[in-house]
């Protein structure tokens, strides 16, 4: 499975590298992170180290294979 998760603003490159699975873009006021996403205990984790570091998602989405 491959997940898209998008967080308000434009992330530092230290933030970056605290998903380094992950590859990222920048756009309009967001950092849109992506990548493949094993299983659902990967996925709660990601999203348990948005907010361990502050980040506020806007959107997560499963992105078609």
């Known amino acids: 499975m491959r997940y898209e998760?998008?967080?308000e603003g434009h992330m530092s490159?230290?933030?970056?590298?605290?998903f380094p699975e992950l590859e990222h873009v920048t756009m309009s006021g967001?950092?849109?992170?992506?990548g493949p996403v094993?299983?659902?205990?990967?996925?709660y984790g990601l999203l348990a180290r948005c907010q361990s570091l502050g980040l506020t998602v806007m959107e997560m989405r499963r992105l078609p294979e």
């Open 30 to 34: 967001q950092t849109v992170l992506f």
């Open 5 to 7: 998760i998008r967080v």
């Open 13 to 18: 490159e230290p933030l970056t590298k605290a």
């Open 38 to 43: 094993v299983d659902e205990a990967q996925l």
